[in-house]
């Protein structure tokens, strides 16, 4: 003898389980994502002498951490921005791990350094280098 359930009882407990599953989902994202450790960065772009250099194209790349919102996928996060005429670039708050950055200014040499965030602001001080005379063997 086999034994059928209603199809009413059936969909309703689909219906409480999904609804239970859907809960568990958006109670546990907030705490997960609250916990997660971030930093505010600012860069300061001058010169040797330390004068600030405008409109210099900063690159910050994102390249090592895990987050637990994500259940410990990697976090893949990108940003290219200009600093202003005091030669500084404010960031949005980063996930603390490693970044890459990079900065390109118009008569200097680009400037490329991974970091390690691990405080809640960090302030990174780049001085840029003038451009170096072109080698040849002929001379």
């Given at each position: 003898m086999v034994l059928v359930?209603?199809?009413a009882i059936?969909?309703?407990?689909r219906i409480l389980s999904s609804l239970a599953l859907a809960l568990m989902m958006f109670a546990s994202a907030p705490a997960a994502r609250a916990d997660d450790p971030m930093t505010t960065l600012r860069i300061e772009v001058?010169?040797?002498?330390d004068r600030p250099i405008d409109r210099a194209a900063v690159t910050v790349d994102f390249i090592e951490g895990r987050s637990v919102a994500k259940f410990g996928k990697k976090i893949r996060k990108h940003w290219e921005t200009r600093s202003n005429q005091e030669g500084v670039v404010k960031l949005p708050p980063l996930p603390q791990g490693k970044v890459r950055i990079m900065v390109h200014a118009r008569g200097y040499q680009t400037f490329g350094?991974?970091?390690?965030?691990?405080?809640e602001e960090k302030t990174i001080e780049i001085k840029m280098n003038p451009p170096q005379a072109q080698f040849s063997v002929h001379q």
């Open positions: 359930a209603e199809p059936i969909t309703d407990m001058k010169t040797l002498k350094e991974t970091y390690d965030l691990n405080e």
